[in-house]
């Protein structure tokens, strides 16, 4: 899969595709560098040399607070990674973006299954179970609060149910075609297939709080 990867990752290159999120992908005379696509032109940049410097990079942000979602558009800057490979190059992103290299082939080779909201609030056990009572409405609304791209810089794929569509964000937030960051140059979409953690959490605490409003007719958990 690997490979397949990268693989794929050259073709985009060589279609001009050179941003994955805040990170910009470049070529250079002994592989590949990637660095924040804001810092093209920045002097004195930290140089690291292996895939596995993402994992720090992407954990913190400017301000050293710790980013609990790696997919927030608050990647610190000031770096320079160089690699030898595509491969090396492939481990970097998935270190910076967990799982978005295979997932952004998935979609552009039409393999993408998306699971819709329902779906994955059904699954869910134990103190998060209450989630599921959620109305179409606040989830609709919860979506707008906690996904737009000042939080997220994953396309959503997913909808609330598979008739029921989402009018709480702007339109390119659910189009893979359109870069969140509004770049000029070419872009790899960061695919979201399934809501995360954090929006089934958010959802729980919207159900709770329905539930402290109108307890007579409200469900528990």
């Known amino acids: 899969m690997s490979s397949q990867r990268g693989e794929r990752l050259l073709a985009w290159l060589d279609e001009g595709r050179e941003y994955m999120g805040e990170v910009q992908i470049g070529r250079s005379e002994t592989g590949?560098?990637?660095?924040?696509?804001?810092?093209?032109?920045?002097?004195?940049?930290?140089?690291?040399?292996?895939?596995?410097?993402?994992?720090?990079?992407?954990?913190?942000?400017d301000a050293g607070a710790y980013r609990p979602l790696r997919s927030a558009p608050t990647l610190q800057r000031g770096w320079m990674l160089s690699l030898r490979t595509l491969e090396e190059v492939v481990q970097a992103l998935d270190f910076f973006y967990p799982a978005m290299p295979g997932t952004a082939v998935a979609f552009d080779e039409g393999r993408g299954r998306p699971v819709?909201?329902?779906?994955?609030?059904?699954?869910?056990?134990?103190?998060?179970?209450?989630?599921?009572?959620?109305?179409?409405?606040?989830?609709?609304?919860?979506?707008?609060?906690?996904?737009?791209?000042?939080?997220?810089?994953?396309?959503?794929?997913?909808r609330i149910d598979g008739d029921v569509p989402l009018s709480s964000l702007p339109p390119g937030k659910t189009d893979l075609s359109h870069d969140l960051l509004s770049r000029t140059g070419g872009f790899i979409p960061l695919p979201c297939e399934e809501c995360c953690n954090i929006l089934v959490a958010a959802a729980r605490e919207t159900v709770k709080k329905a539930a402290d409003r109108f307890p007579a007719t409200s469900p528990t958990a």
Not at 40 to 53: F, T
């Open 116 to 158: 819709h909201l329902r779906e994955t609030l059904g699954r869910q056990s134990g103190m998060y179970r209450v989630a599921a009572k959620i109305t179409n409405g606040q989830a609709d609304a919860l979506i707008g609060e906690v996904c737009p791209p000042a939080r997220c810089l994953k396309t959503i794929t997913w």
């Open 32 to 61: 590949f560098w990637l660095r924040h696509y804001l810092d093209g032109g920045v002097a004195g940049l930290k140089d690291y040399e292996q895939p596995e410097a993402g994992i720090e990079l992407g954990k913190y942000d």
